[in-house]
């Protein structure tokens, strides 16, 4: 078995209770250009870029006529209204600490555009302990596309994929990290139902990052020798 030598975050859902957040912007968003989608509907594709979101929603023509403005407007009504208020889940901090102490780099993998991530990250307080951020900016198409993955992998360098873990809450990203041979740790917390990510690839399951500190010991995170002491 290989060991861990980095771990790649999610941030919406993983870190920070914003899918609910992202959904009511997108609704607030697709609702001023005159198209009126359920909350419920939206917060099934959050995590996806618009790249990947918008064309669930509207044609290619509506994409071609007000796909722009609605994305520019959910990023602008997420960032000013709504993300200065989200919350933290228990124990981030502590889960970061204890990876970061195990000496596995750290990186944060979102299809956030640069400065929403860069906002985020501030917001949950982990900055320090991040090795690299790859966003939406260094990716031509967002998750369930492995294109923001492969960037987080540019950035560690030459590791194999198999020594990289993927902390994440939703299908698309167990289904991004699958294609590229990363093995993906999924987290209840973003309201994904638990077959949907099993049925995606995901490895283990962990209520939240407290749950996942908690029985660090013996999941896929740890150093082998306490897994197999575990």
Known sequence: MVSVSAVIFGVDGTILDTVDLHAAAWQQAFGRFGREVSREKLRSHVGKGADQLLPVFLSPEEIGWIGAG????????????????????????????????????IVLASSLPRRELDASTERAGVGDLVSWAVSADDAERSKPRPDILEAALDRLGSVDPREVVLVGDTPSDAEAAAKLGILTVGLLCGGFPEMELVEAGCAALYRDPEDLLARYDASPLAPRRERLAG
């Open 70 to 105: 609605i994305a520019s407007l959910h990023d602008r009504i997420y960032e000013r209204e709504l993300l200065p208020g989200a919350r933290v889940f228990p124990k981030v901090r502590e889960l970061f600490e204890r990876v970061a102490g195990d000496g596995r780099r």
